[in-house]
């Protein structure tokens, strides 16, 4: 006899009874399955981020070993469910919604079915005196995520970081066909309560309450004998009603409590997990096991045998109906999941992986033909079976209008894509399609807005680089000049942080700046690039007239073309006066021997400046002087070599 619940039931709003069609796949014990000839191992079984492969092809590995390990806090590790060798590591079509493949590693069976000969981690059998932290690192070693089908990390809920008041066990599996939680609560009632205990002791709670749908007799039974000396683990037994299986549906019918809109069970003191996830734990903690196989329920009126399996992760979903005695003709639709929130499969091409908890083949007849969706008529019905409080026709309506905000506003993202109010409409309008419309547009939208808004941030710090890049130029260019200046006047160079200084007229006698060798060496290459550049030479230095002398204006000269040939016959001339005669030159330059050319070029600012110096020192500055910062420089120069010859006199 079922012993009474000592808890008090509170229920949920809305909500549906539905043909559970369960007892299809429930009349024969848990099967076995053999192993294929290759087991496909997505690196992403979970949500969160992909594991990264550790072994690579050619890689013998036994049973338990670690293939791909987790990548950040969300994200989980991959083992391997048998002995073998790893034939490929590649993209491969997986069970998702989406349809699109992703990475796997494939192993080949050796049929030897080898365990590590240790475990990767050391098992703890008395886990009483293992702290929560020892058994949070080995439910993450373990790559243990929810079997519910959220396949969310476990380790995450084992280590709330607050206070936790109650363990729930989700044992009500409402949606109808899938009956994997049932058989393995009828099984393995003594490994779920093993496991229980060991997650109570790592979150600290004192109590936990298993949640189980009154149409499953046999699992209460079960596990009642199974908790019988746990005073403070309960089996409460609850109405068959579809969504009770939602997390915050079953809150709601065992505490009493609503998870607040966008809040998780734990604000409220509670964590919730699967029955498969809890046994989990108990074995990768007392056993070293790590998760590599699940039960999988096999149904549908299309399955020849309806059944459920134990099956290695990695099992290609047509080696597992197979051993159902595969299908009966083309199924109308082919699902993962169940028929209210399972998503369609391509075909059976692609394997089991930690969050497949059925795979459903229903046969043609058995579903109902879609009518074409007619307009809302504003019944109601989809408002009193919504298990979330929400208004469904509203959210339709906005969804439809592309009102995303005002979707937003009405909470559109409590909705748990139960499918109850699509379901009652009169009007038949897939009410629960525009809802996922409308919350992948609103992800997209704002993964959209995080992408511009990065974007601006990279454009705001480019330009505040480029400012600086420019500041420190005009910086640079400002203390150059001043040094410049000050080399013309021989006065000290400032330092290089201080301001820059206007440049001064160069005095009649500069002072003994001279001696600053930087001040010096700048005027030299002001001569030098002077001299190389052939710049026609100073009014006053006396060189031989130029073209523009020997040649004077003529009406012509109002013509550019004209002016241009004159200005280049000047710097002709200009450059042959500079350069050294025949006979300074050991050997006329070769024309185009580069070598002669650069010694050629050498000699000519040697002259060059050899003229400048021969300027003398009380020669007045002309007009073009004081405009030519080569004349000024050299006027510098001038003065300065006279201030050093008059101090020289006045020492002798
Ligand atoms: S059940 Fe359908 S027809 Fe009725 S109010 Fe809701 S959306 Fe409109
Ligand atoms: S699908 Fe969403 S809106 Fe419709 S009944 Fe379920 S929770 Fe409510």
Known sequence: ????????????????????????????????????????????????????????????????????????????????????????????????????????????????????????????????????????????????????????????????????????????????????????????????????????????????????????????????????????????????????????????????????????????????????????????????????????????????????????????????????????????????????????????????????????????????????????????ECVTVCPSRLLPQQLYWHARAREFEAAENLNLFDCIECGCCAIVCPSHIPLVQYYRFAKTEIHAAEAEKREADAARLRHEARLARIEREERAKEEARARKKAALAAAKSGAPTPPPDAAPAKPAAAPATAPTGDDDPVAIAMARAQARRSANNAVPAPASVETEPTAAETNPPTPADDDPVARAIAAAKARKAAKEAAAPTPSEAPQAPAEDDPVAKAIAAAKARKAAKAAATEIPPDAPATESDAEDPVAKAIAAAKARKAARDTAADNRE
């Not at 549908?300 to 159902?324: K, S």
């Open 1 to 380: 006899m079922i012993a009474e619940a000592p808890i008090r039931l509170y229920g949920f709003h809305g909500g549906l009874h539905l043909d559970d069609r369960k007892s299809l796949a429930t009349g024969q014990p848990i099967g076995e399955v053999p192993l294929p000839d290759a087991l496909i191992l997505p690196l992403s079984q979970h949500i969160g981020g992909a594991a990264k492969p550790r072994v690579k092809v050619g890689d013998v590995v036994r049973r338990g070993q670690t293939v791909a390990d987790p990548q950040g806090v969300v994200s989980s590790p991959v083992h391997a469910p048998t002995s073998g060798r790893i034939v490929a590591i590649e993209p491969r079509r997986v069970p998702h919604p989406s349809g699109l493949k992703a990475d796997c590693v494939v192993l080949e069976p050796d049929g030897l079915d080898q365990w590590l000969d240790a475990p990767e981690w050391t098992p703890l059998p008395d886990f009483t005196a293992a702290s929560g932290e020892q058994i949070r690192v080995i439910a993450r070693a373990a790559g243990i995520v929810g079997l519910g089908g959220a396949a969310f990390p476990s380790a995450i809920k084992l280590n709330p970081g607050r206070v936790v008041d109650t363990l729930i066990i989700n044992g009500a599996e409402c949606e109808p066909y899938i009956s994997c939680d049932q058989m393995l609560m009828t099984e393995q009632a003594d490994e779920i309560v093993l496991g229980i205990r060991v997650v109570l002791h790592a979150l600290g709670a004192p109590r936990c309450l298993i949640g189980v749908e009154d149409n499953k007799p046999a699992a209460i039974r079960a596990l009642s004998r199974a908790c019988e000396k746990d005073a403070h683990i309960h089996v409460v037994v609850v109405p068959t009603r579809y969504p009770q299986g939602g997390e915050k549906q079953l809150i709601q019918t065992l505490a009493g409590l609503e998870v607040p809109s966008e809040g998780l069970p734990l604000d409220l003191g509670i964590v919730c997990h699967n029955p498969g996830t809890v046994r989990a734990v108990g074995r990768a903690v007392c056993l070293g096991e790590p998760l590599i196989e699940r039960i999988i329920t096999v149904t549908g009126e299309a399955v020849a045998q309806p059944r459920n399996f134990r099956v290695r992760l990695g099992t290609p979903m047509r080696h597992l109906v197979e051993q159902a005695g595969g299908l009966k003709g083309t199924p109308g639709r082919l699902l993962m999941g169940g028929p209210m929130m399972g998503f369609a499969l391509p075909n059976l091409d692609v394997p089991v992986i930690k969050a497949t908890n059925c795979v459903l083949a229903l046969a043609p007849e058995t579903i109902r033909a879609t009518p074409e969706a007619q307009p809302c008529i504003r019944c109601g």
